[in-house]
């Protein structure tokens, strides 16, 4: 039996016109007028029996004739506007009374349009709290996600499908003080419950370091105290050593494009590279991968043999033209600034983590190791968390994105590289994104991480890789990555740059959607796409853990007169360019 059981004396109006999905309804009586709100649902009689249509109401008006008697061509505008009271609403989807086996089902799909006159009744009080009740048992392919309550029926649930949140990626988006962190650790805990879950978190701040729990694995990149203490792996800090860089971003790193010999030093240390990997591959009897490695094959090899072949090249004297004289090789001087950046760089203990003291990473199974704690699922026999938080938050600015990208190369080539019918798919949350994959390229190496989640975004699904992107500036973030994400979560947005990216991801039809911006409350969003049957607002329910915002209240801690700070701990820390303690 349909949950939609009207009589038409309920009708709040009669359709006037239609134009693919938007419908103006006439509404006769102005008591029922001031009922409707913007943004509430409607329910419209289809020309089809057994389905009802169901829109959103975008715009309610109100042309009383007095208004206009003043007008010179009364007539004339009686023709145009006949009607009085009228409601501009868009259709979203329908509900069929039986599909199949199944009784009163929602699907976002438009196969009718109403007829001219059809009823049009409001759906609110007991039919909307069924409706929404029939929203939320949807049957998804695969296990649903609970993201919150929708904030038209807080007794409703509001459930994501989590295999079309990660297959066609999400953007999730906030002003600071929004609850954008909030909304990432509720999808968190989520994804951590899960029997064989698989992800990866970019946190850029360490403020996901409170998400406890047996899916949870926290790692961190190895900063100068880490070194120190020779921790490894097995310690959860990661080293992230040179050799697995590729070629281009081992040129951003070292080489100064400005210099008039840059062609000259790139190409001799490609050269250099690939003799230092064949001599690493032979030495180790690694025949198999000698006849098709290449630059950018992850096969480690020792710098300082780059670095003695390109000091000879740069001290070369050659046979002159007559008889015992010498000359200048053709790179006799070319290359010191190349040496100078990769001596200056090996030395600087900030990167420690790209040339480990360890002798572990510069061995050919390193990588299987490193791989393994990446990429292993929760129900690897590993016994590692699903959910893999990695702490940058010690990794220099400079190279930042360079080296998370780095990881998400890692993760998108290992992906690449299993055989089809093998892949465990994996998800990247990318906090901070506009940090590292920017729209504005001001470094070499922002064009490195750049290309990389490029083709994570319009490859990845191929692969079994999903992106989140997460940030406060969607206008900061790559375009091209951004319109790859099929799935938006936008919380409370202020800036007017932000709110136009926001608005250029929206359908056509819900483009009003965006005018709520500005007022949404704290841990309110947002939600459109492919992952949940109906666009509207939800109230994000509060993760278990809360994750370490940072934020502080000033007054509170300003009127306490026993606040104070550690500032001895601080200046130490900056001195040691760590915040371990």
Known sequence: MTILNYQDSEALGHVQSVDTATVIVRVDDTEALR?????????????????????????????????????????????AFPEVNLCRITLIGTLLTRAGSQSNVFRRTLETVPEIEANCFALEGEKLTRF??????????????????????????????????????????????????????????????LKSANAIVFDMHGEYGSMTGDGFEHLRIAGPAD???????????????????????????????????????AMLMSRSINEAKREFLIAGGHHEVLANFTIDSPVPFPLRDVLEKLSALNTEMVAGSRAGSEKQGDFFGKLSRLIQRLEAKATDRRLGFLFPAQADAMEYAFLDKLVGKLLAGSAAKSGLGGVKIIDFSEVPSDVLPLIVGLVARLAFSVQQWLPSGNRHPVALFCDEAHLYIPQDVSSSAAENAIAVFERVAKEGRK???????????????????????????????????????????????????????????????????????????????????????????????????????????????????????
């Open 463 to 581: 692969y079994g890789v999903g992106l989140v992107v997460i940030s406060q500036r969607p206008s900061e973030v790559n375009r091209t990555v951004v319109s790859q994400c099929s799935n938006l979560v936008a919380m409370r947005l202020t800036n007017g740059d932000d709110q136009s990216v926001v608005r250029r991801l929206l359908p056509d039809s819900l483009g009003g959607f965006s005018d709520l911006l500005p007022v949404l409350d704290t841990g309110e969003a947002l939600v459109v796409g492919d992952a949940i049957l109906l666009p509207t607002r939800i109230r994000v329910s509060m993760p278990r853990n809360e994750p370490l915002s940072g934020t502080i209240d000033f007054w509170d801690k300003w009127s306490d007169e026993t606040s104070s700070s550690d500032l001895n701990k601080a200046v130490e820390g900056w001195r040691r360019q760590s915040l371990q303690r």
């Open 132 to 193: 929404m009740e029939v929203i939320s048992a949807v049957s998804a392919d695969g296990q649903r996600l609970s993201l919150g309550h929708y904030s038209l029926d807080t007794a409703a649930e509001a459930f994501l499908n989590g295999n079309k949140l990660f297959q066609r990626h999400a953007l999730v988006v906030g002003s600071t003080g929004s609850g954008k962190s909030w909304t990432t650790a509720r999808l968190l805990e989520q994804v951590a419950e």
């Open 35 to 79: 009922t409707l709100q913007v943004n509430r649902l409607v329910a419209l009689q289809s020309s089809r029996a057994g389905q009802h249509l169901i829109g959103i109401i975008q715009k309610i008006t109100r042309t009383a004739v007095e208004e206009r008697a003043g007008s010179a061509d009364i007539e004339r505008l009686d023709q």
């Open 227 to 265: 070194i120190d203490a020779a921790k490894g792996l097995g310690d959860g800090v990661l080293h992230l050593p040179y050799w697995l860089l590729t070629y281009e971003a081992l040129v951003s790193m070292f080489v100064d494009r400005s210099d008039t010999n840059a062609p000259n030093q």
